[in-house]
């Protein structure tokens, strides 16, 4: 059963100011994609809710250059930013030229580009 039209409203109201931060069950998180609107917030052991909706510790998930949600990760701070040089590339870019806009480095000896 539904709850109550009141309640909904009440409960859509503590989701939407963030004074209710459920703890994910299922991975997911915050609003956007597979998070769906439910604002979960990540757990400890994966603190990092992914531009994507989704609880990781990985660079993918907590690099703030690649959309981390800091608002839903366990703890702002769970966000980092790229060290430029030294982090991995987690999305094909690397350097700071052309389509580098982050510093990341290129996985094993894979060589940067010039564009
Ligand atoms: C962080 O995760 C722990 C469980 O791993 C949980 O008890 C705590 O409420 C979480 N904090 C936030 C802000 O979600």
Same mark, same amino acid.
């Given at each position: 059963?539904?709850?109550?039209?009141?309640?909904?409203?009440?409960?859509?109201?503590?989701?939407?100011?963030?004074?209710?931060?459920?703890?994910?069950?299922?991975?997911?998180?915050?609003?956007?994609?597979?998070?769906?609107?439910?604002?979960?917030?990540?757990?400890?052991?994966?603190?990092?809710?992914?531009?994507?909706?989704?609880?990781?510790?990985?660079?993918?998930?907590?690099?703030?250059? !690649? /959309?981390?949600? %800091?608002?839903?990760?366990?703890? &702002?701070?769970? *966000?980092? =930013?790229?060290?430029?040089?030294?982090?991995?590339?987690?999305?094909?870019?690397?350097?700071?030229?052309? !389509? /580098?806009?982050? %510093?990341?480095?290129?996985?094993? &000896?894979?060589? *940067?580009? =010039?564009?």
């Amino acid at each position: 059963m539904l709850p109550q039209p009141s309640l909904r409203l009440g409960l859509a109201t503590i989701l939407a100011t963030g004074a209710l931060a459920a703890v994910s069950p299922d991975g997911t998180c915050g609003m956007v994609k597979g998070g769906a609107n439910k604002g979960y917030t990540c757990f400890k052991e994966k603190a990092c809710c992914s531009s994507s909706g989704y609880c990781g510790a990985e660079d993918a998930y907590c690099l703030s250059s !690649a /959309g981390c949600q %800091g608002s839903y990760s366990n703890a &702002t701070s769970a *966000c980092r =930013a790229p060290v430029p040089g030294t982090t991995i590339s987690v999305d094909g870019t690397c350097g700071t030229v052309e !389509a /580098g806009k982050f %510093g990341y480095k290129c996985p094993g &000896t894979d060589c *940067c580009s =010039a564009a």
